[in-house]
């Protein structure tokens, strides 16, 4: 990008030639550089940053661009049939799954929501997720745009062109989330499909359409399909509304991983090199750009990603296993949707595009068929109760190391079985010639006969043998 930021010349660089008025660089006067930004203003009235939320994305507009694509490729209504059945299967899956754990159902309110109806009642929590990377993208886009390189007796008069680049950032952001999640509602088959609770508390819900569309060409039954994908909603709001640490620790490292987030805005900032300022939709064209998202290899970077991954892959582990136990011997296709699930979920598709655009992080358990291991092993070494006993709190949660050893983790690895091989009594022991615990000086010097701290009853090591 050129040094010279909008036209202006710095101090020293040819200030003979300098214009007495700065914005003749710009190819106009100051009259019409007020013009300028009043119509600019005009122009995104309306569309600025943060939209209701007050954030640094426009929620607003994402919502409504969103909400435009789906409708645009059709997203019907959801009728009371519908509604009806989806109840009834969120009713009847909670009632298989109480038999297969411990957690208590977590649906208060089953709903059936169109497309629709997904992107209103989920924004808040992608809010939550993305204003991060947002509040990174608007902040560079004033730098990229010059706002930290003008000279400071031009500041004041740069200052209402630099803060409408960042309401425009802003908006540009917005519209890219807005076509991310508009693609997103027209797979998602639940609240919870992308692994993150993202329905209000006590809600569950299916999506028909979606229902209907991931069964097309499984020649299974919809109401065989609809159970499975209910029984997979239960699991999930039971691990969301009653492992209390859980909701807050998938978010926090979805933020704390958004944190570590570049962006480069190389191509925008090539865009913009000669542009003529004087006109508000050659400005609106060139930060149309697709923003490009690169990860930081840093260590804290990639501990964020780590937790998040080994998270992810917990949770749909744990759901997998209670949900094919639960529909096994009743629902006769559960093998195979149990598969279709997994090969979705491991091909990537909406939800994976949807982080990468947003936050620059592909959603996806990588560890899905590890962690399913890990639960089934628990399952039949500790049961159903020493299995979800694992949720209590998150130390006892499996790492990403327990998931290439599961039974290690099941059943306790030598290093730490041999913890249990020590006899603490010994160490406080009464001795013979002194008071419990507190042996002579000598023999705290030299290993005595009456057995000192390093010393057996033998006079030698722990084990009787010959001190060296």
Same mark, same amino acid.
């Given at each position: 990008?050129?040094?010279?930021? /909008?036209?202006?010349?710095?101090?020293?660089?040819?200030?003979?030639?300098?214009?007495?008025?700065?914005?003749?660089?710009?190819?106009?006067?100051?009259?019409?550089?007020?013009? %300028?930004?009043?119509?600019?203003?005009? %122009?995104?009235?309306?569309?600025?940053?943060?939209?209701?939320?007050?954030?640094?994305?426009?929620?607003?507009l994402a919502k409504n661009i969103a909400r435009h694509q789906v409708v645009e490729q059709g997203d019907p209504s959801v009728v009371d049939t519908e509604?009806? !059945?989806?109840?009834?299967?969120?009713?009847? =899956?909670?009632?298989?799954?109480?038999?297969?754990?411990?957690?208590?159902?977590?649906?208060?309110?089953?709903?059936?929501?169109?497309?629709?109806?997904?992107?209103e009642q989920t924004l808040p929590v992608w809010a939550k997720v993305c204003d991060p990377i947002a509040t990174r993208m608007v902040d560079s886009m004033?730098?990229?745009?010059?706002?930290?390189? $003008?000279?400071?007796?031009?500041? =004041?008069?740069?200052?209402?062109?630099?803060?409408?680049?960042? !309401?425009?950032? +802003?908006?540009?952001?917005?519209?890219?989330?807005?076509?991310?999640?508009?693609?997103?509602?027209?797979?998602?088959?639940?609240?919870?499909?992308?692994?993150?609770?993202?329905?209000?508390?006590?809600?569950?819900?299916?999506?028909?359409? +979606?229902?209907?569309? /991931?069964?097309?060409?499984? @020649?299974?039954?919809? @109401?065989?399909?609809?159970?499975?994908?209910?029984?997979?909603?239960?699991?999930?709001?039971?691990? /969301?509304?009653?492992?209390?640490?859980?909701?807050?620790?998938?978010?926090?490292? &979805?933020?704390?991983?958004?944190?570590?987030?570049?962006?480069?805005?190389?191509? $925008?900032?090539?865009?913009?090199?000669? #542009?003529?300022?004087?006109?508000?939709?050659? $400005?609106?064209?060139?930060?149309?750009?697709?923003?490009?998202?690169?990860?930081?290899?840093?260590?804290?970077?990639?501990?964020?990603?780590?937790?998040?991954?080994?998270?992810?892959?917990?949770?749909?582990?744990?759901?997998?296993? &209670?949900?094919?136990?639960?529909?096994?011997?009743?629902?006769?296709?559960?093998?195979?949707?149990?598969?279709?699930?997994?090969?979705?979920?491991?091909?990537?598709?909406?939800?994976?595009?949807? /982080? =990468?655009? #947003?936050?620059?992080?592909?959603?996806?358990?990588?560890?899905?068929?590890?962690?399913?291991?890990?639960?089934?092993?628990?399952?039949?070494?500790?049961?159903?109760?020493?299995?979800?006993?694992?949720?209590?709190?998150?130390?006892?949660?499996?790492?990403?190391?327990?998931?290439?050893?599961?039974?290690?983790?099941?059943?306790?690895?030598?290093?730490?079985?041999?913890?249990?091989?020590?006899?603490?009594?010994?160490?406080?022991?009464?001795?013979?010639?002194?008071?419990?615990?507190?042996?002579?000086?000598?023999?705290?010097?030299?290993?005595?006969?009456?057995?000192?701290?390093?010393?057996?009853?033998?006079?030698?090591?722990?084990?009787?043998?010959?001190?060296?």
């Amino acid at each position: 990008m050129s040094d010279t930021p /909008f036209g202006f010349n710095r101090p020293g660089d040819g200030d003979d030639d300098r214009p007495q008025d700065p914005f003749k660089g710009m190819g106009g006067d100051m009259a019409q550089f007020a013009d %300028m930004l009043h119509r600019f203003a005009d %122009m995104i009235g309306g569309q600025g940053a943060g939209g209701a939320g007050g954030g640094p994305l426009n929620w607003d507009l994402a919502k409504n661009i969103a909400r435009h694509q789906v409708v645009e490729q059709g997203d019907p209504s959801v009728v009371d049939t519908e509604r009806r !059945q989806v109840e009834e299967a969120l009713r009847l =899956a909670d009632l298989w799954l109480d038999e297969k754990t411990t957690l208590p159902a977590g649906i208060r309110t089953p709903q059936a929501w169109s497309r629709s109806e997904w992107i209103e009642q989920t924004l808040p929590v992608w809010a939550k997720v993305c204003d991060p990377i947002a509040t990174r993208m608007v902040d560079s886009m004033g730098g990229a745009l010059g706002g930290g390189e $003008i000279p400071a007796d031009m500041q =004041a008069m740069a200052g209402p062109l630099i803060g409408m680049v960042k !309401q425009m950032a +802003g908006a540009m952001v917005g519209g890219q989330a807005g076509q991310a999640l508009g693609a997103l509602a027209r797979e998602v088959t639940c609240s919870a499909d992308v692994g993150l609770p993202l329905a209000p508390d006590g809600v569950g819900a299916l999506l028909p359409a +979606g229902v209907e569309a /991931f069964g097309s060409g499984l @020649e299974i039954s919809g @109401e065989e399909i609809r159970l499975y994908l209910a029984l997979r909603e239960a699991a999930h709001q039971r691990l /969301f509304a009653h492992v209390p640490w859980l909701r807050s620790h998938l978010l926090g490292a &979805v933020e704390e991983y958004a944190r570590g987030i570049t962006v480069d805005l190389s191509g $925008i900032e090539q865009a913009v090199q000669g #542009l003529d300022l004087s006109n508000p939709e050659a $400005i609106q064209e060139a930060l149309g750009g697709e923003i490009q998202l690169q990860p930081e290899e840093s260590p804290r970077q990639k501990a964020a990603l780590a937790r998040l991954e080994t998270t992810l892959a917990l949770v749909e582990g744990w759901v997998d296993t &209670v949900v094919n136990e639960a529909a096994d011997g009743r629902l006769p296709g559960s093998v195979k949707l149990a598969e279709a699930v997994r090969r979705r979920r491991a091909t990537g598709g909406p939800a994976e595009r949807t /982080f =990468a655009t #947003l936050v620059g992080l592909e959603l996806r358990p990588r560890r899905l068929r590890e962690a399913a291991t890990l639960w089934r092993t628990l399952t039949d070494v500790r049961g159903v109760q020493g299995r979800d006993e694992v949720w209590d709190h998150p130390d006892l949660l499996p790492t990403s190391d327990d998931l290439d050893d599961p039974d290690g983790f099941v059943h306790g690895r030598e290093e730490i079985e041999g913890l249990s091989d020590l006899d603490l009594s010994e160490l406080t022991k009464p001795q013979e010639d002194g008071e419990p615990g507190e042996p002579d000086e000598k023999d705290d010097k030299d290993g005595g006969p009456d057995g000192g701290p390093d010393g057996g009853p033998d006079g030698g090591p722990g084990d009787g043998g010959p001190r060296t």
